[in-house]
């Protein structure tokens, strides 16, 4: 039976989370004098708080609760419905954002990490409006229960089936052996990254605000920006630079920057989805920026390296900045990119998509198929670091990418019954699932969501969801047999 007394103490623990840092954009409203925008935050904050802190307090208990995994399922699907719910009211308030579903849409692609927007005119926009929209990517980017769960001792109850469910990977690892203190050292990592390449952008001569917004951005591998032409807005190659570097940063499993500060390279080298993760990006780097300079698309190797570089990063990593209109580039520059969007970042970082350890591992077992096929008397073991893989494993990236596949074909179907064309149907499927952002043709890199019908809006703000989740976490919870006893 499901925990509902348990399930409801920590959804409204983290609703209270949520709707406490809120208080930044009211800071940031303050500042610019953007009283509307004050007002529409606070009463959101207060109104939240007070309805959620009274049903955390109702459902408070004087023992320990205990947690499932079908509970967790549950939990995080739910926390991430009503967070993007709560946290589209002050778009609406102000009417920045007329529209609810809009909103909600806009939110949603925020705290997932996507990137896609409905606005057409984003520099309108108030900074406290624009601050809190970057900052839902922040909050999403490590995991809003991840977060929770570093402050669990306040709720009394154990967190790694909340990580297990809400974390991006087939596989979460315990980096020690406490949970909590895993999830700490996350967002400690986290948190000092975000630092550095805010420091870096504010050398390079960002404003404050704008240097806050980016990183928020790249490390969440999100891709909202202050700027109406995203990345491109700024010129300073050192600006493109840094942020192309952190992008890649934030793709990388974060488990490995804490071996990293352990002084475990033997580790560091061993690990094969790292390798795999880093060619990928130098070597699509390398084969865009050859077709650009061939192709005669932009004048010297220096300028056609340092777009491709950027663009490889923002679409493998999923974060979906622009610094050009990848849409105008030749053909091949475009395939590259467009199959960089199947494949996302690694597992245990921010980014969506695939990932690259089931890509690997998708590898391996075709490969270990044809070894069998030509030798049936052979022992033929799959490994990855260095170590068997699992056969669970198998069967769960096996899963995953047969249902990631459906469900991208499902929404294609659904999009396009609205009218729109196949290559933008595909497209708005790909990168919302992927947690990517912009694509291609009516959704590309200059383009909005916004021209779309609301009920598509819903679909995608789901889609976004299941994707950022990693399918399971929501799909599961749509069976008959979830419900069982």
């Known amino acids: 039976m499901i925990n509902w007394r348990a399930l409801l103490h920590v959804l409204s623990f983290i609703v209270i989370i949520v709707s406490l840092f809120m208080t930044a954009p009211i800071v940031v409203g303050a500042i610019y004098r953007e009283w509307d925008s004050v007002i529409s935050f606070s009463l959101t904050a207060v109104s939240s708080l007070t309805f959620f802190g009274f049903v955390f307090h109702k459902t408070r208990s004087s023992g320990r609760f205990s947690f499932t995994t079908r509970d967790g399922f549950l939990l995080v699907s739910l926390s991430w419905i009503i967070v993007s719910a ?8 102000t009417g920045d954002i007329p529209s609810y579903t809009e909103a909600y849409f806009e939110t949603m692609s925020g705290f997932t990490t996507t990137g896609a927007s409905i606005l057409t005119a984003i520099e309108e926009l108030p900074y406290a409006m624009l601050f809190w929209r970057s900052l839902t990517h922040w909050l999403g980017g490590m995991g809003i229960v991840v977060l929770v769960v570093a402050v669990m001792p306040l709720i009394g109850i154990g967190g790694m089936p909340l990580i297990q469910a809400e974390s991006p990977g087939p596989k979460v690892d315990k980096i020690v052996p406490k949970v909590r203190e895993t999830a700490k050292i996350l967002w400690g990592i986290y948190i000092g990254l975000s630092a550095l390449e805010t420091v870096l952008l504010l050398f390079g001569g960002m404003n404050l605000f704008d240097a806050l917004t980016h990183t928020f951005g790249t490390m969440a591998t999100g891709g909202f920006s202050p700027k109406g032409v995203s990345v491109g807005f700024y010129p300073s190659p050192y600006i493109q630079i840094v942020i192309t570097i952190f ?27 790292l390798r795999v993760y880093l060619v990928i990006f130098f070597g699509s780097t390398l084969l865009v920026m050859v077709n650009l300079l061939t192709s005669g698309f932009y004048e010297g190797a220096g300028k056609s390296l340092l777009l491709a570089s950027f663009q490889t990063a923002s679409i493998l990593t999923t974060t979906g900045y622009a610094t050009a209109d990848f849409d105008l580039w030749p ?25 690259v350890v089931r890509i690997v591992t998708f590898f391996k077992l075709a490969s270990n198929e044809m070894k069998y096929l030509l030798n049936p008397r052979g022992v033929h073991t799959m490994r990855m670091n260095g170590e068997a893989i699992r056969k669970d494993m198998v069967y769960t990236v096996t899963g995953f990418i047969f249902l990631y596949t459906g469900l991208l074909l499902l929404i294609t179907l ?12 595909f497209s708005t499927a790909l990168v919302t699932l992927g947690n990517i952002g912009p694509g291609f ?24 969801m299941i994707g950022r989740l990693e399918v399971y976490t929501v799909l599961i919870i749509l069976t008959p047999r979830f419900w069982k006893k």
């Open 86 to 93: 709560v946290g589209s009211v002050p778009f609406v308030i």
């Open 247 to 273: 992008m890649v940063l934030a793709g990388v499993n974060f488990g490995l920057y804490f071996t990293l500060l352990r002084g475990d390279l033997k580790t560091l080298r061993k690990n094969t989805e």
């Open 331 to 355: 053909s091949f520059s475009k395939a590259v990119l467009f199959v960089l969007m199947f494949i996302g970042g690694s597992s245990g970082s921010t980014g969506g998509g695939i990932k």
């Open 414 to 425: 659904a999009v396009a019954a609205s009218g729109i064309d196949l290559l933008s149907s």
């Open 441 to 464: 043709g009516k959704v590309g890199p200059t383009q909005n969501y916004h021209f779309m019908a609301p009920w598509i809006h819903w679909l995608l703000s789901l889609s976004m």
